[in-house]
């Protein structure tokens, strides 16, 4: 099954990367200067909720791409008698099911109230924090020499983390980074996807020889 985006899927993607790049900007101008607008007394982080957003359009594609294969199969099954296209239709569904897991699966909501950052039940005081790591769109919260959150400069909630860290003297070191890791696994999981249905067809071609 290949996964074929439409002119508004296209349209939309564009729209939440800009949106991404959007969000990055202002961080990055938030970590740049020494006095910057104090953060809210109570907000939520939810992680991964650009990443969420592009799987909706790529699980929107796919259904389009399944439905287009379910009825080739069951048309070629009625007419010719012949299984052809199956292995196209078994990694079409298993696409579809990991999709619908990574837009529907956890949401990762992080919750901050005053001096606590409330992660998976856990919570850490401004002062548990060693220091926040911006890479690129990543992001990483330190506590105790160890890794206790990652997220993106998109995700909804990371621009009020930066100025909570801010405001309570949170270390924060900026660096440009490569793509992020969520961007280069949609990358391989597209290609990988791409070589399948070339290979798929091929094979289709060369037995009807």
């Not at 508004?8 to 101008?29: C, F, K, M, N, S």
């Not at 990574?102 to 950052?117: D, Q």
């Amino acid at each position: 099954m290949s996964i074929e985006l439409d002119k508004d899927q296209q349209a939309e993607l564009r729209y939440i990367g800009a949106e991404g790049e959007i969000r990055r900007d202002r961080i990055d101008r938030i970590i740049g200067v020494n006095d910057s607008a104090p953060p809210k007394r109570s907000f939520d982080i939810e992680v991964s909720s650009q990443t969420r957003e592009v799987n909706k359009v790529y699980l929107g594609a796919a259904l389009s791409g399944l439905a287009g294969d379910v009825l080739i199969f069951f048309m070629r099954r009625e007419l010719s008698g012949d299984n052809g296209g199956l292995p196209e239709f078994v990694i079409g569904v298993i696409s579809i099911v990991l999709l619908v897991l990574a837009v529907f699966g956890g949401k990762g909501l992080v919750h901050v109230t005053g001096e606590e950052l409330r992660i998976n039940g856990r919570g850490y005081f401004a002062s548990d924090i060693d220091m926040i790591s911006c890479k690129g769109m990543d992001v990483k919260v330190h506590s105790g020499g160890k890794t206790v959150l990652r997220l993106k400069k998109a995700d909804t909630g990371c621009e009020e983390l930066i100025k909570w860290a801010k405001a309570y003297d949170i270390a924060i070191k900026n660096t440009d980074g490569e793509p992020s890791r969520s961007i280069k696994v949609l990358m391989a999981v597209g290609a990988v996807l791409f070589v399948a249905a070339f290979t798929v067809l091929l094979f289709f071609i060369v037995t009807k020889m």
